[in-house]
């Protein structure tokens, strides 16, 4: 099923510790990132890439059932992942938008589905955030154009944090234990930081 809703995938920007563009990584012979872009198209109605280096993505955003993916770069230069959120927001065509990024191989379809519920089921709230053993997981969440107000006056007083954005807006808090059951495959929340963390994830396949 397709929702009237956008989901935007976060490329990231320099990746330090590791040694190429991690929305490159592949499992399983495929990236991550056409996995996902493949995923949101199914999900959802208007899907969106942030990056600011859109040609390395242009042979893996191609249209999917004649839909677009649309290369969203950043609107302010300002590093981090707040800022390709703001930019995706203020760029989509819906109130609310999906996250993810790019290094999450293991983001399901029954994941993504539930996430979608709980914003449909709480309406008032800015952002539905999972939280995994206490900690909010904000690169797994939806949030609303509500947001990009705050959002906007964080990122220009110099305060990129998301865990210190959600405390100031009006989040939704769900048990992510939903979404951590079982071996790694069914964890969304692992990511990619390191070719140490990438042979962890092969040797659970």
Do not use: W
């Amino acid at each position: 099923m397709t929702h009237k809703m956008a989901g935007a995938l976060l490329s990231g920007g320099e990746n330090s510790r590791f040694p190429y563009p991690k929305g490159l990584i592949k499992i399983g012979g495929t990236t991550i990132m056409e996995k996902t872009l493949r995923l949101f198209n199914e999900c959802f109605t208007e899907v969106l890439l942030s990056t600011n280096n859109p040609e390395i993505y242009f042979s893996i955003a191609p249209l999917y059932e004649h839909k677009p993916v649309a290369l969203i770069g950043d609107v302010y230069d300002i590093r981090g992942p707040m800022t390709g959120i703001f930019s995706c927001l203020l760029n989509c065509n819906y109130d609310n938008m999906f996250v993810a990024a790019c290094d999450m191989p293991f983001i399901e379809k029954e994941a993504v589905e539930l996430m979608i519920r709980y914003a449909h089921d709480n309406p008032d709230f800015d952002a539905v955030v999972p939280l995994c053993e206490g900690v909010p997981e904000p690169l797994f969440a939806i949030y609303n154009k509500a947001v990009l107000p705050v959002m906007e006056k964080s990122l220009k007083g110099g305060q990129k944090s998301l865990k210190i954005l959600l405390k100031e807006i009006n989040t939704k808090y769900i048990d992510g234990s939903d979404f951590t059951v079982g071996n790694c495959k069914n964890n969304c929340f692992i990511n990619i930081n390191t070719l140490e963390n990438l042979k962890e994830i092969e040797d659970c396949l």
